[in-house]
């Protein structure tokens, strides 16, 4: 079981997106994420949040608002507990990133990128201003077989 943390920063209108492309074995290869990572052992979510936005972006966070937890469940990838953020505090310049490249999105083009099923339906969950949420997403493969948002059903 891998715990991550997930975070969208937002800067007039647009979003911070990774486009995934250069490293060898990645679940995400040539999808569009937001920034985040891998828990260390003994982080916290804010630790592990703060650690991974500096490592890929060079900016530091000085204030974030945790949306959600996201559970993927896949046929290929171990279950995975995301800790899913946004912020629109940061400070410092943005630096190239070695997982891949780093743009400005408005956030109305968001979804017309590659991305994850699941990721357009929590997107859409931060675009709506939902309450934090529990969102379970389940993968057979690439392809988005099932979704759950705080228990009950949710539809594709």
């Known amino acids: ?84 953020f946004t912020s629109d505090s940061f400070s410092g310049v943005l630096r190239p990133c070695s997982e891949g490249e780093l743009a400005w999105v408005p956030r109305a083009k968001v979804a017309g990128l590659p991305l994850w099923a699941g990721d357009r339906l929590f997107l859409d969950l931060l675009e709506r201003n939902a309450p934090f949420f529990f969102l379970k997403l389940e993968y057979e493969g690439e392809q988005l077989v099932r979704a759950a948002l705080n228990g009950e059903p949710f539809p594709l």
């Open 1 to 84: 079981m891998i715990n991550s943390t997930l975070c969208y920063l937002e800067r007039g209108g647009e979003y911070l997106m990774l486009h995934r492309t250069k490293k060898r074995r990645d679940a995400n290869a040539g999808k569009w994420i937001g920034v985040g990572g891998k828990f260390e052992e003994g982080e916290s979510p804010d630790e592990c949040l703060c650690r991974e936005v500096k490592e890929e972006t060079g900016l530091t966070l000085t204030g974030w608002t945790p949306r959600g937890i996201v559970t993927f469940v896949s046929s290929e990838w171990p279950t995975e507990y995301m800790h899913l």
